[in-house]
């Protein structure tokens, strides 16, 4: 018995470059960075003054102020950008037990749980918010959207760093080709601009220092960068049965062709340096797929700009692309997005699935003097015109953890 076919139906993001998947997407084609001085709290006191921050959010055009105020921002989030995919696939609440939903994300609402541990330390026990412990737990992000949906069918939550939103997107299309459901509304989001993350992430001397020049401090596979930007935002999706899409006559945007996962085994924060932990992902990604690496016609990298990541991400795609690693193009949306952790890859799946939609690719920027190891064609500088029918994307997590999803055009 074959198994059903999941396509793509609608999909909405909300980043630093807007507040809708299609002001994201023109933003990344016309090769403007939303990366700039941090505004959510005072980062003087910091080495790192600079993120990618969801400008001028509103979360009551979303959710009512009293709810709003209870949930975490990466909650708030996720509801808005899965409105927008939602209104794009024609679906509305209440959507019933056969739609579910799977979300990625890396911290959730950690926010919550350190605001509130300052209210016990310095006020008391009796001043602790009632919703601290809820709001703050990774996986309310999809209860939020499964209660405001009233989706009553699977849900889960994958906490997988870097790697989340991928994973997310890939577990999802697993829901719907075991026929668990109908539809799932598939996601990752991260709302932790916060200087608890950035000083962790300081410490370890992963983040760009580049205050003085915020929209050119992500500089994917270039020989000069200096580290990823933190970042913020949510992706989503929603995935269905092609035999469910077309009998409601459904806008069909992307096919979601295979999915992987993979550990590296090797380090907490470093990637196995020959890069076999992101070969395996790409390579499962690709046999599930059906595809052979030559038909696929362009790759969303991980793409960070950190020293280490970029070398082993271009490594691994020579081992699993062979002489068409030199032939296909490759972007990192990260170099004006920065790295939102567990809602990148989610955003990331969104711009695969414009890139089908609209056959042309966004560039990298920032990419002025490439890092002799890193000599694939990342498109630099411009968006390119191209013929895609098969797309890859890429997310590699810390603690090892890799995801890939193959999709294509229909």
Known sequence: MSRPRVVVTGVGAITPLGLTAEETWQGLLAGRSGIGPITQFDPSHLPVHIAGEVKGFDPTRYIPAKEARRISRASQLAVAAAQEALAQAGLAP???ERVGVVMGTGIGGLEWALAQARVLWEKGVERVHP?????????????????????????????T?????????????????????????????????HEVALAGFCAMRAVSTRNDEPERAS??????RDGFVLAEGAGMLI????????ARGAPILAEVLGQASSSDGFHVAQPDPEGLGAMRAMRWALEDAGVRP???????????????????ETRAIKRVFGPHAYRVPISA???????????????????????????????????????????????????????????????????GQNACVVMRKV
């Not at 700009?305 to 070398?311: C, E, G, H, K």
């Open 94 to 96: 209440p959507l019933g």
């Open 161 to 193: 760093a870097c790697a989340a939103g991928t994973q997310a997107v890939g577990e999802a299309a697993e829901v719907i080709r075991r026929s668990a459901a109908d539809v799932v509304i598939a996601g990752g989001v991260e709302g932790f601009v």
């Open 294 to 312: 030559e038909e696929v016609d362009y790759i969303n990298a991980h793409g960070t700009a950190t020293l280490l990541n970029d070398v082993v």
């Open 333 to 399: 949306t990260k170099s004006m997005i920065g790295h939102a952790m567990g809602g990148a890859g989610a955003i990331e799946a969104v711009v695969c699935v414009l890139t089908l939609r609209d056959q042309v690719i966004h560039p990298t920027i920032n990419l002025e003097e490439p890092d002799p190891e890193c000599d694939l064609d990342y498109v630099p500088g411009q968006a390119r015109r191209a013929e895609v029918r098969v797309v890859l994307s890429n997310s590699f997590g810390l603690g």
């Open 219 to 224: 500089r994917p596979f270039d020989a000069h």
């Open 131 to 159: 919703f601290a412990i809820t709001a703050s737990l990774p996986n309310m992000p999809a209860h939020h959207i499964s209660q405001w949906t009233q989706a009553l069918g699977p849900i889960s939550t994958v906490v």
């Open 239 to 246: 995935l269905e049965s092609l035999e469910h899409a077309q």
